[in-house]
């Protein structure tokens, strides 16, 4: 079956400008999550959702960041007034559930975005 | 909070060399570890997990055991091929606290020569 899906895979825009990265889970997870890959930063997570349950946001750097999920299924990250240093590869992630036993987070390819 | 320290590359071997890459962890639970893989130019692929002590993971010829008394989960390969050539991210999940998010180390870059 199809994995974890994202688009776009790059992109490209100028200070101060707003961006939206898309995420498309593996049919049938329950749980998303979005993390950041960076230079200075290593691998470091933003946000997680489960189900209809109130998303964990706890990782998100500044209220210029916000994601949603929408049905259950697809996630929208947004960036406003993108700043140089969110330049990054966003990377989505979904699993079958939260619990241990099923818990393997399956990765996306990524977004790679450059903030001019 | 939770943290996860792994050595720091880049790791360069010889094929068929053997390879060791260290992860020891902190965490206030009872955490599931895991190591995940990226090929040039792909995503991250999980590679193996184990979820209690003494529990090793395996797979494609990688091994990493769950040591609790010693909180590490070194990953080990007799024989390691130029395919083999990655970066590799150790990563814990602990389910003491309210999130369920995946801490990383920084990443280990091994490169296989011919």
């Known amino acids: 079956g199809a994995g974890v899906s994202q688009s776009p895979s790059n992109k490209v825009t100028e200070k101060g400008k707003d961006v939206e990265l898309r995420c498309d889970p593996i049919?049938?997870?329950?749980?998303l999550y979005w993390y950041r890959q960076s230079l200075g930063q290593g691998l470091e997570f933003l946000i997680y959702?489960?189900?209809?349950?109130?998303?964990?946001k706890s990782g998100l750097p500044s209220d210029r960041f916000s994601a949603e999920r929408t049905g259950g299924s697809v996630s929208t990250l947004t960036i406003q007034r993108t700043q140089q240093e969110d330049s990054a590869v966003y990377l989505c992630?979904?699993?079958?559930?939260?619990?241990?036993?099923?818990?393997?987070?399956?990765f996306g390819p990524g977004t790679r975005l450059t903030v001019l | 909070g939770d943290s996860v320290t792994q050595m720091e590359g880049p790791v360069t071997l010889s094929e068929e060399a053997f390879l060791t890459i260290n992860c020891t962890y902190t965490a206030t639970g009872y955490p599931s570890l895991f190591w995940y893989v990226q090929y040039p130019g792909e995503g991250l692929q999980l590679l193996l997990k184990?979820?209690?002590?003494?529990d090793k993971g395996s797979n494609k010829g990688f091994e990493a055991t769950y040591r609790k008394e010693t909180t590490s989960f070194h990953l080990e390969k007799g024989s390691v091929q130029v395919s083999d050539s990655a970066v590799y991210f150790c990563a814990l999940r602990d389910y003491g606290g309210a999130t369920n998010k995946l801490i990383f180390g920084t990443g280990t870059l091994l490169a296989v020569q011919p």
């Open positions: 184990a979820t209690k002590a003494d």
């Open positions: 992630a979904s699993s079958q559930t939260s619990g241990r036993a099923a818990d393997t987070q399956y």
């Open positions: 959702f489960q189900g209809n349950s109130a998303p964990d």
């Open positions: 049919s049938g997870h329950t749980a």
